[in-house]
């Protein structure tokens, strides 16, 4: 591992805030600050994604509650932003270390354009020294088009970059096998090497984690997924102890830390699978499935036998087998209404159908992920 690394480190508004309206967790935050600051001093890059911008809008107006209406978060969220950045920005100056606020929105990452060009502008402000603050731009945007919280934001601006690690600062020290606030024979979970644990423990996670946030651990380990295939090692750990950062790259075994897959997935590969949000669904035979598993075939009109969703050409949609299991997602060459026509149907013969010569995949394999897939690092390939 080379001395100097990439990290992402995001912090979730039960570690910004306290439990009562108004109350603010300064000590934790300056903290942080200090610690991404001696990081910074080490040598590293140093992404922060932060959270807390609705939930310091809902204290500074007095609300009693994170609000509910999509019109009312944005408000109160305009209202935050602000004083959030104010706050680190004072911060961070006493350690005279320039910051800069970055606001992304789901749409940013799922034009191609749009993600090279922020992949451009993460690389200069991080070779300039500067810490870029992240959070997603929730004035603007809509619901279909959010992140849905910080975790999976965090997550894909760790792929983005090309990261080492990411951090998921929370308010528990680890993952443990059972809800530790609630069950004191809860085991805590050290360490997970394979994606297939990953799987298994979000099928038995808990929802959202406080009144205030949006992420609770099945985003957190939804977020793992993401980066542990991009190749980034993940570490969910106490957003009150933020020095765990600097002990966990010195190589001690703090939080719950979940492996990064040995071979991962190329830069463009990355985005197909994490980047872009899938607007449909198609079902294939199981000769078709096969191909794709086992050949890296491109997927053919003729193996699928249906589709869900009203997506259109140059669209994403997950690729799945005849019992239902997500195997693939790729970026498709042909609109619903067009597909539908030619379902099972050979490649010469879709001219004749369509009216027009389209294309002779459905997904060309090389934007077509497979959900095992584990090709070289290739950052060329963005």
Not at 186 to 207: E, F, T
Request: charged letters at 20%.
């Amino acid at each position: 591992m080379s001395s100097v690394q990439t990290l992402v480190v995001k912090i979730g508004t039960s570690s910004l805030t306290g439990t009562s309206p108004g109350q603010f967790a300064l000590s934790t935050l300056a903290g942080l600050v200090e610690t991404l600051c001696t990081l910074r001093q080490q040598g590293h890059q140093v992404v922060l994604v932060s959270s807390g911008a609705v939930g310091i809008g809902c204290r500074r107006l007095n609300l009693a509650e994170r609000p509910k209406t999509l019109a009312m978060k944005q408000a109160v969220a305009a209202v935050g932003q602000g004083r959030l950045m104010r706050i680190y920005d004072d911060l961070f100056s006493a350690l005279n270390q320039p910051i800069a606020q970055v606001l992304l929105t789901r749409s940013d990452l799922a034009q191609r354009s749009r993600y090279v060009n922020s992949y451009r502008t993460f690389r200069q402000l991080l070779a300039m020294g500067i810490i870029p603050i992240v959070n997603e731009n929730d004035t603007v945007a809509v619901e279909e088009l959010k992140f849905g919280d910080n975790d999976t934001l965090s997550a894909l601006v760790a792929s983005l970059i090309g990261a080492q690690w990411l951090f998921l600062l929370t308010d528990v020290d680890r993952l443990y096998s059972a809800d530790p606030r609630s069950n004191p024979e809860a085991q805590p979970i050290i360490a997970i090497d394979r994606l297939a644990d990953i799987q298994a423990l979000k099928a038995v996670a808990g929802g959202q984690g406080s009144a205030w946030g949006t992420g609770g651990m099945l985003t957190k380990l939804e977020a793992a997924q993401i980066a542990t295939t991009a190749g980034v090692r993940t570490v969910i750990t106490d957003g009150r102890q933020p020095q765990n950062v600097i002990k966990a790259i010195a190589g001690e075994p703090i939080g719950t830390q979940f492996a990064p897959s040995p071979r991962p997935s190329r830069a463009r590969k990355r985005w197909i699978a994490a980047g872009l949000a899938p607007a449909g669904r198609l079902y294939l035979d199981q000769g078709a499935t096969q191909a794709i598993l086992q050949g890296g075939k491109s997927l053919l009109a003729a193996g699928i036998t249906r589709l869900e969703g009203d997506f259109e050409a140059q669209d994403a949609v997950l690729v799945c087998a005849a019992s239902g299991e997500d195997i693939a997602r790729g970026i498709i060459n042909y609109s619903a209404p067009d597909l539908s026509q030619i379902l099972g149907r050979r490649s010469e013969d879709i001219p004749a159908i369509l009216g027009y010569a389209g294309a002779d995949t459905v997904i060309h394999r090389d934007n077509l992920v497979i959900a095992t897939d584990a090709e070289a690092e290739d950052g060329s390939d963005l």
